[in-house]
């Protein structure tokens, strides 16, 4: 989560490093609100899919199942029945993509999935990124099924020669376009208690930029930072901002900061870029979304061959009771910030 920008010295908030924000916008999670088709309809079935259907016992068992987190169930609670419809339209997406897998002669590994799930956590802890999604009412096998499909889709658009964007090659191009972006500016700061102090100590990091370290251990405290780091120019602590934006790589300077305690003598380094590596799941994400596009088409068609017939008892009704059409939707279950739901393009 970026820092907020502090009109005054502010110590604690300043050294505090930063803290990664949970990152989340890799999961998607799809949620196509299926209307009634044709005329097949069974007390004992919940839905048909082609040749295929979905039981209501399953559907119970699968409500069921979700309910047994906590988290999930507190959300399902507040949901009514539109909880259960949504599990229902999960299940059927389930035989979908199943279909479409098959078809396209796309063949996606639990260790495929697994390995997709770790690229998106990155450094984020798996029970904080899950715990948020169960609050959405997503519970971990809807995580798991749902980078399935994203893997199935992926699959999709290669065997259909539309994933281009995200080779390897593709994404080191667009890494090279966008690598000045992702700059940070190394740098440090250092309290000393006087101006006389702040000078000598400013020559001193002009002269010998290896000095840093020892110095900060000298005045060490809450106002000093005790190793360089990297920031972006935007998470830069307030006071120091416009003198570590205009300063030379390798040189100081000094700020009276009376609210620090004295003089704060700024160290500011190199320029550091994040390592391709480290930013290709985000290039990845982006890119996938023409690619995504194209793939949802080809879902879309094999839906439409098979054929989705939802039993009545499962659609929205209006307040008389008579059903209501409802176009596509997403549930953003790891979105950035807000994760709220978003209609489909």
Known sequence: MRRASHPVWQPAVVLKRRVPRVVVSGFLLAVAVTGLSGCRTSPTVA?????????????EDAVQERLAEPAVAAYAEAQGDAFTQRVLELLVQEEVYAVAAERYGVEVTDADVRARIDQLLGDDDPDTVFGQLAEQGIGREDIVENVRQQLVRVGIAEAEGEADALSDEALRARYAEVREDLAEVSFGYVTVPDQATADLAVAQLNADPAAYGPLAAQFAGAATLPALE??????????LADGIRTAAPNTAFATPVPEAGGVVVTFVGDVVYPAFEEVRPQLESDASQGVEAAANERIQEVREDLGVTVNPRYQLRDEDGRLVPVEDGVVDVLGDDDQATAPAE
């Open 47 to 59: 839905a048909y899919v082609g040749d295929t259907h979905i039981s209501v016992a399953e559907l």
């Open 230 to 239: 990297s920031r972006s120019a935007d998470e830069l602590p307030a006071v």
